[in-house]
Antibody
Framework: EVQLVESGGGVVQPGGSLRLSCAAS????????MHWVRQAPGKGLEWVSL????????YYADSVKGRFTISRDNSKNSLYLQMNSLRTEDTALYYC???????????????WGQGTLVTVSS | EIVLTQSPATLSLSPGERATLSCRASQSVSSYLAWYQQKPGQAPRLLIYDASNRATGIPARFSGSGSGTDFTLTISSLEPEDFAVYYC???????????FGQGTKVEIK
């Protein structure tokens, strides 16, 4: 059974940093690209970032480019999101999501974690 | 950037009724469209991928159709557990990006 468990969320001041983690199990982690997707309170879904299975390729939404860094440790079956220069508009529930095999990052997200809440507030 | 527009914003129906949800893309996405269901306090769940393929474990009452710019998610007969928010989603090849519609809430009438 595929399981994705996020952690690391919390309250941080504007301009601060936070590192999110996602522990994966139930599949061969390094065979699959992984994503971060976020959802602001009461709002819709927004894709944030993608990393390829070997970690060699990464992509970001324009809204986070230059501030967020996605990474993974395949020896630990773990995905990360380093968030710097946080803004109030980054407040959201952050989900890690697995991509299916296929085109870079896949065409959809087949499994999701339960999310970790990031609140950026002074 | 491809924009996905879902309609209606809210659909008020009774259990047993048929639900028809629409998703329109600002330009062709071929058949690379997915649908998700999200219940309050829960993560999204993949229902349909590549426009018409049901994901693992999804009941047959859920079906997807369409290609190009116009897509439909149909729930043939609403069960109490189907009242939720539904999102469509597409991917762009270059630069790689994934976008969602704004969602349709299916509520109990």
């Amino acid at each position: 059974e595929v399981q994705l468990v996020e952690s690391g969320g919390g309250v941080v001041q504007p301009g601060g940093s936070l590192r999110l983690s996602c522990a994966a199990s139930g599949f061969t982690f390094d065979d699959y690209a992984m994503h971060w997707v976020r959802q602001a309170p009461g709002k819709g879904l927004e894709w944030v970032s993608l990393i390829s299975g070997d970690g060699g390729s990464t992509y970001y939404a324009d809204s986070v480019k230059g501030r967020f860094t996605i990474s993974r440790d395949n020896s630990k079956n773990s995905l990360y999101l380093q968030m710097n220069s946080l803004r109030t508009e980054d407040t959201a529930l952050y989900y890690c999501a697995k991509a299916p095999k296929g085109a870079t990052g896949g065409n959809y997200f087949d499994y999701w974690g339960q999310g970790t809440l990031v609140t950026v507030s002074s | 950037e491809i924009v996905l527009t879902q309609s209606p914003a809210t659909l008020s129906l009774s259990p047993g009724e048929r639900a028809t949800l629409s998703c329109r893309a600002s330009q062709s996405v071929s058949s690379y469209l997915a649908w998700y269901q999200q219940k309050p306090g829960q993560a999204p769940r993949l229902l349909i991928y590549d426009a018409s393929n049901r994901a693992t474990g999804i009941p047959a009452r859920f079906s997807g159709s369409g290609s190009g710019t116009d897509f439909t998610l149909t729930i043939s007969s609403l069960e109490p557990e189907d009242f939720a928010v539904y999102y469509c989603q597409q991917r762009s090849n270059w630069p790689p990006g994934w976008t969602f519609g704004q969602g349709t809430k299916v509520e109990i009438k």
